[in-house]
């Protein structure tokens, strides 16, 4: 059987305002890790992970989209968290801070990014060149370390951000909650919004390549993948489709390969109507 493929997935931090810890605790503590070690003996309190710390606001259902893409014999699946003080891998011991990356100036990030070697291990993972991503950021994280030229050709990424970009790398979607979208997503009764955006969609699209592989099967769903991979463009725009989403969601019942099928027959006739 083929090859498995690397599914990245790197989040960037939400704000948990009610927690009694702050950046500069962290900062003053000379590391995540040596901060850890102090909160624990001073409040005798063990910390959870990252992934735990961050399922929730945004980021809610990301939980469930992890499990059901690692159900998957066609995945490795790696989970990371952007944060101030650097790259979080999913299981890393974490207590709740107030400030995050959206509440933070630029001069201010750049220079938390500085003391703990963050640019770095961001660098580090996009260049190993996964073959999927799921990147979830701001544009201030984007543009201040200009992540889309780190991205590789190689890497099918859907970026996910709170504002409209456009990008022409054919290997990159950019998608946001735009108000004509989230209003298409209400009248189809879905349950997608701005404040859940990030995490709904990684759902959404978990249980479409869930039903797909199931449809599938392991095999083909590989080949599947791997074609996807070489020429990207319709996966592209079947994923960011709020009428794939609609799919997905309402009509489990129904083949989701003859609903592809007849979305790629349309395609074809509008193709063929535009150059008669």
Request: aromatic share 14%.
């Given at each position: 059987?083929?090859?498995?493929?690397?599914?990245?997935?790197?989040?960037?931090?939400?704000?948990?305002?009610?927690?009694?810890?702050?950046?500069?605790?962290i900062v003053n503590a000379g590391s995540l890790k040596e901060f850890i070690e102090e909160?624990?003996?001073?409040?005798?309190?063990?910390?959870?992970?990252?992934?735990?710390?961050?399922?929730?606001?945004?980021?809610?259902?990301?939980?469930?989209?992890?499990?059901?893409?690692?159900?998957?014999?066609?995945?490795?699946?790696?989970?990371?968290?952007?944060?101030?003080?650097?790259?979080?891998?999913?299981?890393?011991?974490?207590?709740?801070?107030?400030?995050?990356?959206?509440?933070?100036?630029?001069?201010?990030?750049?220079?938390?990014?500085?003391?703990?070697?963050?640019?770095?291990?961001?660098?580090?993972?996009?260049?190993?060149?996964?073959?999927?991503?799921y990147l979830y950021v701001n544009t201030k994280i984007l543009k201040l370390l200009d992540l889309i030229n780190y991205v590789s050709k190689e890497t099918l990424t859907i970026?996910?951000?709170?504002?409209?970009?456009?990008?022409?790398?054919?290997?990159?979607?950019?998608?946001?909650?735009?108000?004509?979208?989230?209003?298409?997503?209400?009248?189809?009764?879905?349950?997608?919004?701005?404040?859940?955006?990030?995490?709904?969609?990684?759902?959404?699209?978990?249980?479409?390549?869930?039903?797909?592989?199931?449809?599938?099967?392991?095999?083909?769903?590989?080949?599947?993948?791997?074609?996807?991979?070489?020429?990207?463009?319709?996966?592209?725009?079947?994923?960011?489709?709020?009428?794939?989403?609609?799919?997905?969601?309402?009509?489990?019942?129904?083949?989701?390969?003859?609903?592809?099928?007849?979305?790629?027959?349309?395609?074809?006739?509008?193709?063929?109507?535009?150059?008669?």
């Open positions: 059987m083929s090859k498995k493929f690397r599914f990245t997935i790197m989040l960037k931090d939400i704000c948990i305002s009610k927690s009694q810890v702050s950046l500069d605790q909160y624990v003996e001073k409040n005798r309190a063990l910390p959870t992970s990252a992934l735990q710390i961050f399922s929730r606001g945004k980021l809610q259902g990301i939980i469930e989209a992890i499990r059901m893409l690692r159900s998957l014999y066609a995945f490795n699946v790696e989970v990371y968290f952007i944060t101030p003080f650097g790259l979080v891998w999913e299981d890393e011991p974490l207590v709740p801070y107030r400030e995050c990356l959206d509440t933070l100036s630029i001069d201010k990030i750049r220079r938390l990014f500085s003391i703990f070697n963050a640019e770095d291990y961001i660098y580090d993972v996009l260049e190993s060149q996964p073959d999927f991503l970026l996910v951000l709170d504002t409209g970009l456009f990008t022409n790398r054919p290997n990159i979607k950019a998608v946001y909650p735009s108000s004509s979208l989230l209003t298409i997503f209400k009248k189809y009764g879905l349950k997608i919004n701005s404040d859940n955006f990030p995490g709904a969609f990684l759902l959404y699209l978990s249980k479409l390549l869930y039903r797909l592989s199931f449809e599938m099967g392991s095999r083909k769903f590989l080949e599947y993948l791997q074609r996807v991979k070489n020429s990207p463009k319709d996966f592209l725009a079947l994923i960011t489709s709020p009428e794939s989403l609609y799919y997905v969601e309402k009509a489990r019942d129904q083949s989701i390969l003859r609903f592809i099928r007849a979305m790629g027959e349309n395609r074809d006739k509008e193709k063929s109507n535009y150059n008669q």
